[in-house]
């Protein structure tokens, strides 16, 4: 079984720029979330889709970024326009469960963002 | 609100010794409590998790975990260390309210042969 795919692993932009996350996950998987760490601390929850459907977007740090889930697969996270304080490691997770409290979420290798 | 403490920004442990990485929480209701480990230039993964039940948890690869209401912890051990152990862990924490992850700082792991 394939894990969680994350395109590209790694991404360098300028200031201003927009650039474009792409997660894939499990087959299967109803639920997808992002995080990320920023400077070496700790993982921030983004958000989460269940299906195509925003179930929380309660960690979305502001109006640059839009995440979309098509036809609940895989998913987009954009940045428009990318800011300094965006660089970090933005991971994608997804799990089977609509119950998702107990179920063991399967992380993404991660796109590692760099904004200059 | 929930959060998670790791006490220990770097542990460094002999190859064959017993390790122990710390994790203290705080929530409101009942925790669901998850290690992941994160191996250079890999994503996270999973190594067990505490829903309910037996305080002892057994994982992946040798790790196990102790839920202690109490203390509010849930400490990850291992009774023997390997080389390849070394990577950074991290405590997630969970209720019964929320479905995404609190994690903690993270730990950086040494094992030294």
């Known amino acids: 079984e394939a894990g969680v795919t994350q395109f590209p692993s790694h991404s360098v932009i300028e200031k201003g720029q927009t650039v474009t996350l792409r997660c894939d996950p499990i087959s299967g998987h109803d639920n997808l979330y992002w995080y990320r760490r920023v400077m070496g601390k700790e993982i921030k929850f983004l958000l989460h889709f269940v299906k195509e459907s925003k179930q929380d977007e309660s960690g979305m740090p502001n109006n640059r970024f839009l995440a979309e889930r098509t036809g609940g697969t895989y998913s987009t996270l954009k940045v428009q326009p990318a800011e300094l304080e965006d660089s970090g490691v933005y991971f994608c997770?997804?799990?089977?469960?609509?119950?998702?409290?107990?179920?063991?979420?399967?992380f993404g290798p991660g796109t590692r963002l760099t904004v200059l | 609100a929930q959060s998670v403490a790791q006490p220990e920004d770097q542990v460094n442990v002999a190859e064959g010794n017993p390790l122990t990485v710390k994790c203290t929480y705080s929530?409101?209701?009942?925790?669901?409590l998850f290690w992941y480990v994160q191996y250079p230039n890999r994503g996270l993964q999973f190594l067990l998790k505490?829903?309910?039940?037996?305080?002892l948890v057994k994982g992946s690869y040798g790790f196990e975990a102790e839920f202690n209401k109490s203390q509010t912890s849930f400490h990850l051990k291992k009774p023997s260390a390997l080389v390849s152990d070394s990577a950074l862990y991290f405590c997630?924490?969970?209720?019964?309210?929320?479905?995404?992850?609190?994690f903690g700082p993270g730990t950086r792991l040494s094992v030294l042969p």
């Open positions: 929530v409101s209701g009942n925790p669901y």
């Open positions: 505490y829903i309910t039940g037996d305080n």
């Open positions: 997770a997804s799990s089977q469960a609509r119950l998702a409290n107990t179920d063991t979420q399967y």
């Open positions: 997630a924490v969970r209720d019964v309210m929320v479905e995404n992850f609190v």
